[in-house]
């Protein structure tokens, strides 16, 4: 089993900055893509930021430029930095983690796991 501890939500005033950290740990053979989705109320959950095995990284547009992922591999955490926080960027913030869980090659499968979500409120 993979778990994934999220960490650093809050509240902002516009122009802000908060930095959000997601741990993960338990039974982690390899991991593929780590990463941050949002869902602001009453629309659909998009994607924020992620980090790839080859690492490389992706960014919602809407983001670009004012946050960055960042990952600890001793750690299994990532973390997103988050830079010029508008009140459109309100949202529950979900950690995601895609990788195999097992001790060996021969007991790994594939996984797909959630965080709980951490609340970001930008408002004046």
């Known amino acids: 089993q993979v778990q994934l501890v999220e960490s650093g939500g809050g509240s902002v005033q516009p122009g802000g900055s908060l930095t959000l950290s997601c741990a993960a740990s338990?039974?982690?053979?390899?991991?593929?893509?780590m990463g941050w989705s949002r869902q602001a109320s009453g629309k659909q959950r998009e994607l924020v930021a992620s980090?790839?095995?080859?690492?490389?990284?992706n960014y919602a547009g809407s983001v670009k430029g004012r946050f960055t992922i960042s990952r600890n591999n001793t750690k299994n955490t990532i973390y997103l930095q988050m830079n010029s926080l508008k009140p459109e960027d309100t949202a529950v913030y979900y950690c995601f983690f895609y990788g195999d869980s097992g001790v060996n090659y021969y007991s790994k499968r594939y996984v797909e796991v959630w965080g709980q979500g951490t609340l970001i409120t930008v408002s004046a």
């Open positions: 338990g039974s982690i053979f390899s991991i593929n893509a």
């Open positions: 980090w790839t095995s080859t690492d490389t990284t």
